[in-house]
Antibody, heavy 118, light 106 residues
């Protein structure tokens, strides 16, 4: 069974930083690209960032470019998202997710809540 | 970035109704299009991948079609457990989600 477990969410002041982690089991993590997706309260899903299996290719949504950094540690089967210069617009549930191309692999974490407030 | 536009944004339907949701891409995405179902407080669940392939375990009343820029998700006979929000998602370039379609009880 594929399991993704996020951690690291919490309350942070505007301008602050947080680092999210996602521990993955049940798949050969090093073979798969991974993504972060977020969902603000009452809003739709927003793709945030992509990292290829070898970390050679990385993409960001325009809304987080220059502030967020995605990374991974294949030896630890873990995905990370370093979030800096947070604003109230970044408040959301953050999911790690597989979002593979044209395959049936479906894997999502349970989500971790990031609240940005003074 | 590739924009995905879903329509309608919401709909009201009755149990047994046939429901169709459309997703239009801003440029051709071949068949790199997935459909997800999301219920409140839960992570999304993959229903259809590669535009028309039914995910294992998903009821056959769900179907997907399309290629290029125009795609549809059809629920042939709406069941009580199908009331949820549905999202299309492309993986042709980066990743993008549609804005969602909320299916409510009429």
């Amino acid at each position: 069974e594929v399991q993704l477990v996020e951690s690291g969410g919490g309350l942070v002041q505007p301008g602050g930083s947080l680092r999210l982690s996602c521990a993955v089991s049940g798949i050969t993590f090093s073979s798969y690209s991974m993504n972060w997706v977020r969902q603000a309260p009452g809003k739709g899903l927003e793709w945030v960032s992509f990292i290829s299996s070898s970390s050679s290719t990385i993409y960001y949504a325009d809304s987080v470019k220059g502030r967020f950094t995605i990374s991974r540690d294949n030896a630890k089967s873990s995905l990370y998202l370093q979030m800096n210069s947070l604003t109230v617009d970044d408040a959301a549930v953050y999911y790690c997710a597989c979002l593979q191309r044209a395959t049936s692999l479906d894997c999502w974490g349970q989500g971790t809540l990031v609240t940005v407030s003074s | 970035d590739i924009q995905l536009t879903q329509s309608p944004s919401s709909l009201s339907a009755s149990v047994g109704d046939r429901v169709t949701i459309t997703c239009r891409a801003g440029q051709s995405i071949d068949t790199y299009l997935n459909w997800y179902q999301q219920k409140p407080g839960k992570a999304p669940k993959l229903l259809i991948y590669a535009a028309s392939s039914l995910q294992s375990g998903v009821p056959s009343r769900f179907s997907g079609s399309g290629s290029g820029t125009d795609f549809t998700l059809t629920i042939s006979s709406l069941q009580p457990e199908d009331f949820a929000t549905y999202y299309c998602q492309q993986s042709y370039s980066f990743r993008t989600f549609g804005q969602g379609t909320k299916v409510e009880i009429k």
